[in-house]
């Protein structure tokens, strides 16, 4: 029997058998994340899984999909590829959970100037490791190898997921009202966005990531990969136990874009400086960067990744439980009627 292997192809730039064995070393990661429900397994041509809508009125899927973004240049320069799995995976299912959804199951997509096994395993790990995180299952994927469209040492990392709700649990907007508290959920930094930005400001490429930075404790590059925080599961917990009201992952634009997008147009988000702590990297890029507060908080999270919006009578209960399920968080503002945006607030004042 002819094995599928092509000279031809190879001296083009692709070998077919390098993905062979790229499927081969992903499979004992993939295992891992499986959850009940999956029904195949990686090397197929579709990955298949069968919800349990036990209990649910009327199902609903819920989607997204998103990158790394130019976090990922970091993962070649530091020659460190098994975190940024984890940040794409946490880039979708941090935006489905914000549906009240429950992620089911992931597909990652790697687009790669030359497949090399060792580098997509370790990918994929941190795939995994983020499904695992997330609680849910890496049912497929594709790795493209792209000769001449990036260089050979580069790649490309996105992602999908699809999440289930029954529809009358699904967390819409239309419940905030003037007065709910704001409860932000911590960050574990930079998260996977402005990116471009932290590289302008430290000269990526040019600086030395493995240097001690006295602000930091650590090496700038160990920070500035440090994985994003999945909340999927504390968040399961809490809608479990409190009525949330909206919830906003802050990610891509900061506060100042995601926040309205979990309130009426009739309101604004008044936020209260001072009320969590600002992971010390925030500080550090704003001085570099010579960058308003402005633009720092339409930038970056400032430590906080997530914020669920509350009744006033729920805040301590929101705080105790997300606390309790392995995030810190805290009340940091509320809902007062406004025109859809965001002010911020001296604390005590």
């Known amino acids: 029997m002819a094995k599928s292997y092509s000279d031809s192809y190879k001296d083009a730039g692709v070998d077919v058998t390098a993905g062979y064995e790229s499927v081969r070393l992903i499979q004992a990661d993939a295992a891992r994340t499986k959850v009940p429900g999956v029904l195949d397994s990686i090397g197929g ?10 209990g649910m009125k009327k199902p609903v899927l819920v989607s997204g999909t998103d990158g790394v973004g130019t976090k990922i240049k970091l993962a070649f320069l530091m020659d460190k590829h098994d975190t940024v799995g984890i940040d794409c995976v946490a880039m979708c299912v941090n935006d489905v959970i914000c549906a009240g959804a429950k992620p089911l199951f992931f ?5 790669c100037g030359k497949n090399i096994p060792e ?8 795939v995994a490791d983020g499904c695992v995180q997330a609680g849910c299952a890496l049912i497929g994927g594709e790795t493209a190898e792209h000769p001449g469209l990036m260089p050979e040492e580069e790649y490309d990392l996105a992602g999908f997921t699809v999440g289930i709700a029954d529809e009358e649990k699904i967390i819409d907007k239309a419940s905030v009202q003037a007065g709910d508290v704001i409860v932000g959920l911590a960050s574990s930094g930079v998260h996977s966005n402005g990116f471009s930005l932290v590289r302008k400001v430290f000269d990526i490429g040019n600086c030395d990531l493995s240097a001690y930075t006295e602000e930091l404790g650590k090496p700038l590059g160990e920070t500035l990969l440090t994985p994003t925080v999945i909340y999927v599961k504390p968040v399961l917990k809490l809608l479990e136990e409190v009525n949330v009201h909206s919830l906003a992952h802050i990610t891509g634009g900061g506060f100042h874009e995601n926040l309205p997008r979990a309130f009426g147009e009739e309101f604004s988000a008044e936020i209260t400086e001072g009320s969590w702590d600002i992971p010390p990297i925030f500080p550090l890029i704003q001085k570099k960067g010579a960058i308003s507060d402005h633009d720092m908080y339409n930038t970056f999270n400032m430590g906080i990744g997530m914020c669920a919006v509350v009744a006033p009578e729920d805040a301590a209960k929101t705080v105790n439980i997300l606390r309790e399920n392995g995030v810190n968080a805290n009340v940091i503002g509320r809902i007062i009627p406004g025109d859809h945006s965001v002010v911020f607030r001296k604390e005590g004042v």
Do not use: C, H, S
Request: aromatic letters at 14%; a neutral charge; zero cysteines.
């Open 107 to 111: 597909l990652d997509y790697i687009a």
């Open 45 to 54: 041509f579709g990955g298949l899984f069968a919800p349990d809508t036990a």
């Open 119 to 126: 580098k997509i395993a370790a990918i994929v790990k941190g």
